[in-house]
Structures are given as structure tokens and as C-alpha cells.
């Protein structure tokens, strides 16, 4: 399964979700809406205004969410 990670360089919970992704060997695209203004109208366009910002198959999380995340992914 691939992810998509909406974050920004200063965050720990998009830097914790990272490396828990690598960990359950889930590929991810980062998009950093702070370096990239497509990336930042996408998450807004979401409406989120808030990151991490998972997006795992059809599944959006917000937050760290561990739990969730193994539950879609098994």
C-alpha cells in the first residue's frame, strides 16, 4: 500500500509518521506545503489546514494516529 504525507519541515508528528511508515514498509510521497504552494492549495482544497495529513488508499487521517493507520493497513 502507498501513502501520501501533506507536512512540513518543523513538524515532529509528520517526522514520527514518517519513520513509522518505513517501519510497516508503506511506500509514501511526501508533499511539503511549506516548499510547495500546489501541495499547500491541495491540503487546503481538502480542508485541512493542519498537518500530518495521511492519505492512505481512500482513508484521510489527520494526526498521528497509530491505530488508525493499522487498521488500514493490516
Do not use: H, W
Not at 517526522?15 to 499547500?40: C, F, G, M, P, T
Amino acid at each position: 500500500m502507498n501513502a501520501t504525507i501533506y507536512t512540513v519541515d518543523t513538524c515532529i508528528y509528520c517526522i514520527k509518521v514518517k519513520k513509522y511508515l518505513l517501519e510497516k514498509n508503506v511506500k509514501y510521497e511526501e508533499k511539503n506545503v511549506q516548499e510547495d504552494s500546489s501541495a499547500r492549495k491541495e491540503l487546503l482544497s481538502m480542508g485541512y489546514r493542519t498537518v500530518p495529513v495521511i492519505i492512505l488508499g481512500k482513508e484521510e487521517i489527520v494526526g498521528f494516529d497509530k491505530e488508525k493507520i493499522d487498521k488500514i493497513i493490516g
